[in-house]
């Protein structure tokens, strides 16, 4: 879903996630004057961190300049939440990032496709492909909200993404 909010960004700004670098893809962006970067990192999930401590480090980036962006599986489908800082819960990928950085001190944005469906192991059900009526009630709706609240934090800040767009 992470991937997904970013793509859909760099389509209403008009560029492609395309340069190698930094263990990942990544692109240059303005959205109304502000510039940002975007970074698709290519490691293995769990290994996240790799990839943003590169960009980091190479761009000079601190840790409370990033919005780090992910689905998950403890916030209900559709949902998504805004938050300053905080701790990695059972996200791998947000451990790998908070020990390469050495802080949890950076914003975030989480994308609800909870809960996993009785039965079923988390690790498939993420890999799982979701079904057109999930699509249509959850995730589209969630990704357009999420493209917002990117959006917002950008031009304004997390408060403001935040008082906005969680809930």
């Not at 290519?42 to 943003?52: H, I």
């Not at 300049?65 to 905080?86: C, E, N, P, S």
């Not at 790998?96 to 050495?102: D, N, R, V």
């Amino acid at each position: 879903m992470g991937f997904l909010v970013l793509d859909q960004l760099a389509n209403e700004v008009g560029i492609r996630i395309h340069r190698r670098g930094y263990s990942g893809r990544w692109a240059e962006g303005d959205l109304n004057g502000t510039k940002f970067l975007m970074l698709k990192p290519t490691t293995y999930m769990n290994n996240s961190g790799e990839s943003v401590l590169s960009l980091c480090k190479n761009r000079r980036i601190e840790p409370e300049q990033l919005l780090v962006v992910y689905d998950d599986l403890d916030l209900t489908a559709g949902r998504i939440r805004l938050r300053a800082q905080g701790r990695a819960g059972s996200h791998r990928g947000l451990q790998s990032i908070i020990e390469a950085l050495g802080t949890s001190d950076f914003p975030r944005l989480r994308i609800g496709i909870g809960p996993v469906p009785e039965g079923m192991v988390g690790r498939d059900f993420v890999l799982s492909e979701p079904s057109q009526g999930e699509w249509a009630d959850f995730f589209i709706p969630a990704l357009d909200k999420a493209v917002l609240g990117l959006s917002c934090w950008l031009k304004e800040g997390i408060e403001t993404a935040m008082n906005k767009y969680n809930g």
